[in-house]
């Protein structure tokens, strides 16, 4: 069995009750085994005689499909090569026209810069401030929520703009982009941008 000489065995009827106890001994799914075998040696009902033959017939019929192929396509070659040589299609080729002249043009992209905002903050006096830093707006990821004891530092970087609460801007020395900032008034909040701080409405 294990060399698959099923046809030597006495009767076709006993292949189904070896490959059945066989599959079993090892763990396998008994009728994957028996599918197995139908589709590559016919019906396990027939004669010894006809699974050689059908098993015959399976092995040969690719075989003659890829000689009938392989006779097509070398008539096909020869066919296409005879024709070349007696010249079909008649009288000379046309010249191909010359290929046109290509011109290039040389573009230099435009290079643009967006000047993010860098801003520092420093508490100073004796108290010190309350200080809140969102991304870009009221709405935007809070990077920063606390009271600055005098003499701490905070620095942050934005792509566009900072949203900004203080809660003393006396006690706050603030600058963007390395350059001092004024804020003046009470406590308030700001959208700080490259150009400067604007107060925005308390709400």
């Known amino acids: 069995m294990e060399d698959e000489q099923f046809d030597l065995l006495p009767d076709p009827s006993y292949v189904r009750g070896f490959l059945r106890a066989y599959s079993t001994y090892l763990d396998i799914d008994p009728q994957l085994v028996l599918d197995e075998y139908e589709s590559r040696f016919g019906d396990i009902g027939q004669s010894a005689e006809e699974a050689r033959r059908a098993r015959r017939r399976a092995e040969g019929g690719p075989r003659r499909r890829e000689v009938q192929l392989l006779f097509l396509a070398i008539g096909g070659v020869t066919g296409i090569a005879l024709l070349g040589w007696l010249g079909v299609g008649g009288g000379e080729a046309p010249p191909s026209p010359e290929p046109a002249p290509v011109t290039t043009t040389s573009t230099t992209p435009a290079t643009t810069t967006t000047q993010g905002v860098d801003v520092a903050f420093l ?81």
């Open 123 to 203: 508490a100073r006096g004796s108290r010190g401030s309350y200080l809140e830093v969102r991304n870009r707006s009221d709405a935007g990821a809070t990077v920063y929520s606390g009271v600055l004891v005098p003499g701490a530092t905070r620095s942050f970087s934005f792509r566009e703009s900072a949203w900004v609460r203080i809660g003393n801007p006396a006690s706050m020395s603030v600058t963007v982009n390395g350059e001092p900032l004024v804020i003046s008034g009470g406590t308030g909040t700001f959208l700080i941008t490259p150009s400067g701080a604007q107060r925005l409405p308390a709400g």
